[in-house]
């Protein structure tokens, strides 16, 4: 179904139209006759009360694949970005063996593209092994089929500012950009935690926002010694919110990104000692929460990224100290934004659009993705139901994985269709079961 007929959706900034689609590009856009359609193999969707978004982007997804196929695997996981409203997910680099040569990336790029749900950008590792000691072949990525325009070493840091020199005078020279997991590790040791009053209380050793906000900072001033781009994942303290405006208002080529589990959940949630609450960075205080959702809709936070970090059940549903950090994130990013930037009534769409996808797609340079409807735009959409709700059902997911910490809450906003370059990948809120490849 490449040719589809969407009616009297919602779009954003333009009020309700219909949608005509075509060889999976926007054909027209207004008032559509069905008439004209019905001879021309084109299927109509009804999209009357429903709000039309570009397709989602996410720039942090955990794919898993090669190498803990049990967890996640690239099929599971973009059918999982599909129910959540994406159309395109950047892979990151910590799989096993890890995608720092461009035999992995074009790998997990095939991979995406034969399952066909979601188109996968491979991220590169900046290091060879996520070692943080030598760089890994970052332009043999970067030339390679993958075209990798970002690199990170997700789950470790950066560490060795000479490394990170390195790396961002190396990206610069084709406009890519280091995604950096800001942790200084030596002040994180043994952390399993956010270091406040609820660690000292619990007695868990903590991880203070300094380790985040550190690195930060150092970043900021390498991005600008070097004149190349930078992008914090998952910010999680409001001081990190401080430097990374300041570094904005001084022209600093930085951007920045934050999960929904940083913007609804605390560290109270450890008190249940379930290690499906148990991520890094950990989940904070109320008073990040509050500073993390006004940077979101002021824009200092460019984006939202849902560091899907799928476990297996023996490595999560163990004792605290023994799990895995990471929780998944894909099929309830959505709505948890929506909850976080006020509830679907309050909502202002047309900033989720901006922070969920434009801003990502832009800042990946998915050129294809991101984008409003426009005659001659590749028909990357999702279609959202504001007024409906739905219960988180562990089971019922998308993803191999159930780590989610939202189990049986009741969330706003249900994803009815996703279509990438006009095919349904979701209709009716249902996955479509052929094969789109
Ligand atoms: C990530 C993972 O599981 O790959 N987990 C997480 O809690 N964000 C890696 C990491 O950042 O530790």
Not at 244 to 268: M, Y
């Amino acid at each position: 179904m490449s040719n589809v007929l969407i009616k009297s959706a919602d779009i954003v900034g333009k009020g309700r139209r219909d949608v005509l689609v075509r060889d999976g590009r926007v054909a027209e856009i207004g008032s559509v006759s069905e008439k004209s359609t019905v001879a021309k193999d084109v299927e109509v969707v009804d999209a009357d009360g429903l709000v039309l978004l570009p397709g989602l982007v996410d720039l942090h997804t955990h794919l898993r694949e090669p190498g803990r196929e049990d967890a996640e695997t690239v099929l599971s996981g973009t059918r999982a970005a599909a129910k959540g409203g994406y159309t395109a997910v950047c892979a990151m680099a910590n799989s096993y063996p890890v995608a720092d040569t461009a035999g992995v990336v074009e790998q997990v790029a095939a991979l995406g593209r034969a399952a066909g749900y979601a188109d996968v950008q491979p991220i590169g590792a900046v290091s060879i092994g996520l070692e943080g000691k030598r760089l890994a072949e970052i332009g043999a990525m970067a030339q390679s089929a993958a075209a990798v325009r970002m690199f990170s070493d997700d789950g470790h840091c950066v560490h060795d500012p000479v490394l990170m020199r390195r790396a961002l005078e190396y990206v610069k020279t084709f406009d890519g950009l280091v995604a950096q997991h800001a942790e200084e590790p030596r002040l994180t040791e043994g952390a399993q935690m956010n270091e406040g009053a609820v660690s000292a209380e619990l007695g868990l050793p903590g991880w203070p926002s300094v380790a985040e906000e550190a690195i930060i900072a150092r970043d900021v001033l390498l991005a600008e010694y070097t004149g190349a781009r930078v992008h914090f994942c998952h910010v999680s303290t409001a001081r990190s919110v401080d430097i990374i405006r300041e570094a904005k208002a001084r022209g600093a080529k930085v951007t920045a990104e934050v999960c929904p589990h940083h913007l609804l959940l605390t560290d109270e949630a450890a008190r249940s000692y379930d290690p499906v609450y148990k991520v890094n960075p950990p989940l904070r205080r109320e008073a990040d929460v509050a500073v993390l959702r006004a940077a979101l809709v002021e824009g200092v936070i460019d984006a939202v990224a849902t560091d899907h970090a799928p476990h297996a059940p023996q490595d999560k549903e163990c004792e605290w100290a023994a799990a895995r950090p990471g929780m998944l994130g894909l099929e309830t990013a959505l709505s948890i934004s929506v909850l976080a930037l006020g509830g679907p009534a309050e909502v202002d769409w047309d900033v989720l659009a901006e922070r969920t996808s434009r801003t990502p797609a832009r800042i990946a340079g998915l050129e294809a993705h991101g984008r409003d409807p426009q005659p001659g735009t590749e028909a990357n959409f999702t279609l959202v139901d504001p007024s409906a709700t739905w219960t988180v059902v562990p089971e019922g997911l998308a993803s191999l994985s159930r780590n989610t910490p939202y189990a049986g809450m009741e969330l706003p906003v249900t994803v009815q269709a996703t279509f990438l370059r006009g095919r349904a990948t979701v209709l009716n809120g249902k996955i479509e079961e052929e094969t789109h490849s």
